[in-house]
T-cell receptor
C-alpha cells in the first residue's frame, strides 16, 4: 500500500513555462512534506519543504502548495529551465520521538525541460 | 557536500553470496538511514540508526541487516544476496532527527545480483 503517490511518471515542458508536479498521500499522520530532486548517478538533493500548518511555501522559482483536506500537494517551478530536467520525489514524514525522521517517498516524476 | 561517501559505488555479485555496503559520514550526525531505489517505488527505507549500536527496521528490511559500531559508519549487509535485491542503495544522514530536519543523501551504490 503506497502511502505517497506521484501519479504522473513523466512530464515534458517548454523552457520558460511552468512545471506542475503533483503528489497525493493517504496517511493522515503525515505532517511534514518535502521535495527532492535527483540527477542520474547522484543521490537525491533536498529542494523545498512544507509543514502541515502552512498551505504554501516559496523559495525562488519553487513553490509548494499543500491541501490537507484533499491530502494533496504540488510543486510549481516557474520559469522552468533546462537544468531542472531531473527526477523529482515527493516525501512525507511525521515525528517519532527517538526514531528520527523516517521519510516515505512517492515513485517520482521525471521532468524534461525542452529548450 | 554533506560529507557522505558510499562504498563500493558499483558491485556485481552472484546469488547466495554475502554483500556489505558501507556508508561513511564526516558530519558527526546522529541519524543514519539506508534506502533502496527501484523503478516505480521511489526510495524505500530499509533500516535506520539513531545512535551507535541503536538500529531499527524500516519498510523493506527482510534479507538485510545493519550495524553501527561508530558514529561515522553505517554498514548494510545482505546475508545471502538474491536477484530481487538488485537495486540502487542510498545512505542518508540527519543531525537532530527532528520533524523539520533535512536528510542528506550519499551518491548511491548500484548493486547487481546475478
Amino acid at each position: 500500500d503506497q502511502q505517497v503517490k506521484q501519479n504522473s511518471p513523466s512530464l515534458s515542458v517548454q523552457e520558460g513555462r511552468i512545471s506542475i508536479l503533483n503528489c497525493d498521500y493517504t496517511n493522515s499522520m503525515f505532517d511534514y512534506f518535502l521535495w527532492y530532486k535527483k540527477y542520474p548517478a547522484e543521490g537525491p538533493t533536498f529542494l523545498i519543504s512544507i509543514s502541515s500548518i502552512k498551505d504554501k511555501n516559496e523559495d525562488g522559482r519553487f513553490t509548494v502548495f499543500l491541501n490537507k483536506s484533499a491530502k494533496h500537494l504540488s510543486l510549481h517551478i516557474v520559469p522552468s529551465q533546462p537544468g531542472d530536467s531531473a527526477v523529482y520525489f515527493c516525501a512525507a514524514t511525521f515525528f517519532l520521538q527517538a526514531a528520527g525522521n523516517k521519510l516515505t517517498f512517492g515513485g517520482g516524476t521525471r521532468v524534461l525541460v525542452k529548450p | 557536500d554533506a560529507g557522505i561517501t558510499q562504498s563500493p559505488r558499483h558491485k556485481v555479485t552472484e546469488t547466495g553470496t554475502p554483500v556489505t555496503l558501507r556508508c561513511h559520514q564526516t558530519e558527526n550526525h546522529r541519524y543514519m538511514y539506508w534506502y533502496r531505489q527501484d523503478p516505480g517505488h521511489g526510495l524505500r527505507l530499509i533500516h535506520y540508526s539513531y545512535g551507535v549500536k541503536d538500529t531499527d527496521k524500516g519498510e523493506v528490511s527482510d534479507g538485510y541487516s545493519v550495524s553501527r559500531s561508530k558514529t561515522e559508519d553505517f554498514l548494510l549487509t545482505l546475508e545471502s544476496a538474491t536477484s530481487s535485491q538488485t537495486s540502487v542503495y542510498f545512505c542518508a544522514i540527519s543531525g537532530l532527527g527532528g520533524l523539520e530536519e533535512t536528510q542528506y543523501f550519499g551518491p548511491g551504490t548500484r548493486l547487481l545480483v546475478l
